[in-house]
């Protein structure tokens, strides 16, 4: 396997646990052991945020008194479940400076435990709003902000990093974070066209491989979203003067996409999904040896088990000493042969025991044998019988 096909996450990796890449993502390892054309499942619900004491707040962000932005507005429940609240420190420029998603914004975050230990700071972190370049707390969140807003956030862990927690930054599993964050600066994301092939190659890897964190951190919808929005980029028409090397290496990170989503796609449960993931990577490149693995994986699931072994003995042919391969090969014409062993059995029993048809049939056999030659003999007899009732009438009237 190529160098390229590793986990930048290191440490994160580690922790969950490595097994064979081809049981993973295209490049990067996972535990072990979904429609392309599908939208891109959507984060939860940012809209209508409960606010408390709505008419101060109101107030507060309409007024131009300098002051103003020292006030502490309230808490808002972001998702209405206690579960992610905002509080506004300093005011911003008013509710037309607030991002829209698809925008690409640039904040300055530090992240607290709630016990109040700084785990992590970042001057300039940019991404894209909606996009799930970041974790839910923010990405829900600074939708809510102004431009120049400074604000606190609490979230429950399940926005955060979750029941695994992290390495980097350093967080417990299942912790609950305060974040500081100011919104610095709101763009419009650059039209993907117009991007020289070197950006748009670099930005589509950047959101393979968010997609990759979502995946180890077993968030596969949100893997399924990256993935989707890094597609997207590789397929859009370019504008701009682009090389044959650079539309190889453009096409890679494609192939890459498409076989990170099937898996993805396989650990939702989301066949058809996958199979077709696996179908547009071999389309592209034919001897990929981890699209036909999990085409063959999927194919078994679905109960095509001919065409799995024959799809997995292709793969295992490209490279005959790969393991899983051939453990998984194994185990699939293993349970093969007693599923037709088993279907035999099922026939036998719909048609009756064979050897007593069998039977059956010879004994009508001899009895119809039988029953013939008792007819010859009788049918013999009586043309004798006849024969001599002919020839006395003759002696007879031969002597009158």
Known sequence: MDTSDTYDNAPSAKKSGRTSLLDSGEDFEVLDEEDIDDEPPPLEDAGGGKVKNADESEKKHSDTDPDAGSQVDEWM????????????????????????????????????????????????????LGDGDVTQALDLSVMLMERGEKALIHCDAKYAYGARGSLEPEVPPNAKLSLEVVLLETTNAPDVELLPPAEKIALASCKRERGNVHYQRGDYAFAVNSYSIALQITESSSKVDISPEEENELLDVKVKCLNNMAASQLKLDHYDAALKSCVAALSHQPDNIKALFRMGKVLALQGEYTEAIQTLRKALKLEPSNKTIHAELSKLVKKHSEQRGAEQAMYKKML????????????????????????????FGATAVAIGGVALSVVIAARN
């Not at 509710?95 to 016990?115: E, F």
């Not at 025991?353 to 030659?373: C, D, E, I, L």
């Open 77 to 128: 429940d972001v998702l209405g479940n206690d579960q992610l609240k905002k509080k506004t420190l300093e005011a911003g420029d008013g509710r037309d400076s607030r991002p829209q998603k698809g925008q690409n914004v640039k904040i300055h975050l530090k992240t607290y435990l709630m016990d109040g230990r700084l785990v992590e700071e970042q001057a300039d972190l940019c991404f894209t």
């Open 352 to 379: 009756g025991n064979p050897s007593s048809v069998s039977s059956g049939s010879n004994t009508q056999k001899h009895r119809a044998k039988a029953s013939w030659g008792l007819s010859w003999k009788w049918l």
